[in-house]
């Protein structure tokens, strides 16, 4: 286990999160002020001396209570959250998450209609689940299956919550959740659109320590 992780594992709860840490984490920083989305203009605390965004942290911290609060109702109601991070700089915490909560997860890439196609979608991942091994594929057809298909073996219905890593790389899924009133979490950084999310975690989007804190409180909420 890593310092990081022992920090967060010891001091890191809904309750008696803070400022500070946010702040050690580098979640406080956004993009340049002129990049920012109009809409983020009531998050912000002003800017430090390279013109970057500082978000206010108290704000930050009642959204971060109020998700991980929201994330121990679904816990209790044995609710599923599906992880989604198809950046390649970020897909191995996704799995991570998943892995590590048995939630399931998307790390490599988007099947369109995952979501609003479910029931075709679910007879895939159940063909996947039972048959792979005595499948007469290629190698390589056997691997995209893999990629497709393994980290959502255990979604056997639509999803409680969505966890969204990587606005930039994964707007699509945003309109599929929405036509189908599955809420959102996602990391927000000041240049994207704050408006879409259920639950928005205002943070530096590009900063791995920033988003590995906020993945790990999130693991953290879930695992039983």
């Known amino acids: 286990m890593s310092l990081l992780d022992k920090y967060v594992r010891k001091k890191s709860s ?25 809409l983020i203009d ?12 500082i978000f206010n942290s108290s704000i930050s911290l009642f959204l971060l209570r109020r998700t991980l609060n929201f994330l121990e ?14 950046n390649g700089d970020f897909s191995k915490l996704v799995k991570f998450a998943g892995e590590s909560t048995g939630q399931p997860y998307v790390s490599m890439r988007w099947i369109k209609g995952l979501l609003t196609n479910w029931e075709n979608l679910n007879v895939s991942i159940k063909f996947y689940n039972l048959f792979l091994k005595k499948l007469r594929k290629s190698r390589r057809q056997k691997q995209k299956m893999h990629e497709n298909f393994y980290g959502l073996r255990f979604l056997n219905k639509l999803p409680s919550a969505i966890f969204l890593i990587s606005l930039n790389t ?15 979490i996602a990391i927000v950084d000041s240049n994207q ?32």
């Open 42 to 53: 009531e998050y912000i605390y002003g800017l430090n001396i390279s013109k970057n965004i």
């Open 193 to 224: 659109p704050v408006d879409l999310i259920d639950y928005p975690l205002l943070a530096n989007s590009e900063s791995l320590i920033s988003v590995f804190f906020l993945i790990r409180l999130i693991t953290l909420s879930l695992q039983k």
């Open 14 to 38: 809904a309750n008696n999160l803070t400022v500070q840490q946010l702040v050690d984490f580098r979640t406080h920083i956004g993009t340049k002020f002129s990049f920012r989305n109009p």
């Open 170 to 184: 994964d707007k699509e899924i945003i309109h599929e959740a929405k036509r189908l009133n599955i809420p959102i």
């Open 73 to 86: 109702i679904l816990k209790k109601d044995n609710g599923q959250v599906l992880f989604v991070g198809t």
